[in-house]
């Protein structure tokens, strides 16, 4: 649907809304989200019961590896960065640009506040009464040992898709030389040498913070600035691998996918205070003066627009709804829930709470600004990218990479501020790889515990098989040539984000369903089992009903079996559904009077 305006000059109402300043929008979704916070996190703190007086496993565990009581401003950024990945850029600019921005931001909202909010903290309270454990321990202490094999299975599948999709949307952007509407020029290699140098940074910050008397507060004012050299300095010395090694930009793409997840397999397998820690804290505090550029560009750009000023027009230019388009995925109702994750919901969100955030809360407390309020700025950074979509029109829009959106988007809101648009698309598609860089690391590092989980490799030669294990199958994944119709290449990424985004937001369904067997089972949280439940039911329907979707088409297309994506479908709805059976029969097996330990 294109709106356009009447021929006796009137507008239509839907005209009128086009034409609104970008700030209508985007204000006051940040005043929804911080009362959303104040308000309904408060309400689940007070209904998960978070207590000060109990010990925490950071506390009671603390070994300085994995368990490290964190100040919760380091821990907040640190574990906002680790989840926030591509997911809230790339989901919601894909989502824009197919059904419009309307729907996007309406799912983005809601979601962040009554279903993503609820599972990142619900997770959070459950490993932490858990002693640290994963939320797969949970299911296993509370539903079965086989819902628990079951489980753990379902989570290495998906954490072996995102590798795959996050680790080809990063070789991608470091590869190729593109030109812009406005002129400006977005060199990979560039692009690629900013990013190796962010991440020598935290690892020499790390040591510094180990073996030094520097506190967190002055590193972060002494490195936080490199970075910002790092962004400049990466176009004077770009990474072309493609012509230094004289192969073409496909081989080269292949070349730094093999290159990233070798560096998986190396930060998932040092200690957290080398690399994951300093990073996440860079990483967030990066993040969030992402976001607050963005922001105040848009309020600079649109008061001196008002004042007349000139500059760049911050009005909203793309359709609001999209009835129909080519490119789209599918009907909005199950892809739109899908295809923006993170910045919503997204299940990943519990493996990183569960995983490596639990293991570092130093008090209860602090789970309502870790768990929910990181997910309430994840939400604030989607609105964010989605209003990149919103300052293009509709032909501008379609066929572009949602990374190239967004640096050009923020390139226009930074430009309101006097930032030059070389720098501001080049700080931009650092934050982009920052988000993924977080990710991928982590990933790995949660693939390895899994295999250790299940196989019982505890030993360190043990903990480097499983790391190389995760680190291999995205490997085979991201080498493989896929092209379309018309025999051009298709990424790897592009293959697989549907599905990562399906089996990712199953993941959160499975996740809020042992969250909700452990609150009806254990007797002490009222009826607190039915916040969880309702966010449950609405994601395993959106999912289910995408990943069917995709079964569907491998049936119905005479070469869509010799797709992956099929098959993963398949196997994941599968074991979702077993999942679901064995959950039915254990809620109807609870007695009278049964309770279940909750704390550590």
């Known amino acids: 649907m294109v709106w356009v305006r009447q021929q006796d000059g009137a507008q239509t109402g839907s005209d009128i809304i086009n034409r609104m300043n970008i700030l209508v929008i985007v204000l006051p979704a940040a005043v929804v989200f911080y009362a959303a916070y104040r308000v309904y996190g408060g309400w689940l703190s007070r209904l998960l019961k978070l207590d000060d007086t109990t010990v925490t496993p950071a506390v009671a565990m603390r070994n300085d590896v994995d368990y490290i009581p964190t100040e919760p401003r380091f821990l907040l950024s640190q574990h906002f960065s680790a989840i926030a990945a591509a997911g809230p850029i790339v989901g919601p600019i894909l989502a824009g640009v197919w059904f419009g921005w309307g729907p996007a931001l309406i799912w983005i909202v809601l979601g962040s506040i009554f279903v ?157 205070w080398l690399l994951l820690q300093p990073r996440g804290h860079l990483g967030g505090y990066f993040l969030f003066i992402a976001l607050a550029g963005m922001v105040a ?137 920052t988000f993924v860089y977080d990710t991928l690391d982590v990933c790995t590092r949660l693939g390895r515990y899994i295999l250790q989980e299940l196989t019982g490799w505890e030993t360190r030669a043990g903990r480097w098989t499983a790391t190389a294990v995760t680190a291999a199958v995205p490997l085979f994944f991201v080498t493989q040539k896929a092209v379309d119709a018309a025999g051009r290449p298709i990424p790897a990424w592009k293959t697989f984000w549907p599905l990562f985004g399906a089996s990712n937001q199953l993941m959160a369904a499975l996740a809020l369903l042992g969250v909700t067997v452990w609150l009806y089972r254990s007797g002490r949280f009222g009826r607190a089992w039915i916040v969880t439940l309702l966010p449950t039911g609405w994601m395993y329907g959106m999912s289910a009903w995408a990943l069917l979707r995709f079964v569907k088409q491998g049936v119905v297309t005479e070469d869509g079996w010799k797709s992956p994506v099929p098959w993963a479908a398949a196997v994941l709805v599968g074991l979702a559904g077993l999942l679901l059976i064995e959950a039915a029969r254990l809620i109807g097996r609870r007695t009278a009077g049964e309770e279940v330990s909750v704390a550590a």
């Open 297 to 433: 560009g848009m309020l600079v750009g649109s008061v001196w627009g008002w004042l007349g000023g000139g500059g760049a027009s911050m009005t909203i230019e793309y359709p609001a709804f999209v009835m129909a388009d080519a490119g789209r995925s599918g009907p909005v109702f199950p892809m739109l829930f899908i295809t923006i994750a993170c910045g919503a919901c997204s299940g990943f969100h519990c493996l990183i709470a569960s995983g490596t955030t639990s293991k570092q809360l130093r008090r209860e407390s602090d789970a309502k600004l870790v768990g929910y309020g990181a997910m309430v700025l994840e939400g604030m950074v989607a609105v964010g990218s989605l209003a990149t979509v919103m300052l293009l029109s509709l032909d501008a829009a379609r066929g572009k990479d949602p990374n190239l959106i967004y640096a050009q988007g923020n390139a226009v809101f930074l430009g309101a501020l006097g930032v030059p648009a070389s720098f501001g698309i080049s700080f931009a598609l650092l934050a982009f790889t």
């Open 116 to 272: 993503g909010g609820v599972h990142d903290i619900a997770s959070l309270v459950a490993s932490l009464r858990h002693r640290g454990r994963s939320i797969a321990q949970v299911v296993k202490e509370h539903m079965s040992g086989r819902a628990y094999v079951l489980f753990l299975i379902f989570i290495w599948i998906t954490l072996v898709y995102i590798i795959v999709a996050f680790t080809d949307i990063v070789a991608s952007s470091f590869v190729g030389r593109k030109v812009l509407e406005n002129g400006s020029v977005v060199e990979g290699g560039a692009t690629a040498s900013s990013s190796l140098l962010y991440l020598v940074l935290p690892v020499i910050m790390g040591l510094l913070l180990r073996y030094s008397k520097l506190s967190v507060g002055w590193a972060t004012v002494i490195f936080l600035p490199l970075v910002g050299l790092a962004i400049a300095a990466g176009p004077w010395v770009p990474l072309n691998l493609d012509a230094m090694l004289g192969v073409s930009e496909a081989t080269a793409i292949r070349i730094w996918d093999v290159l990233l997840l070798a560096y998986c397999m190396v930060a998932a397998g040092v200690p957290m």
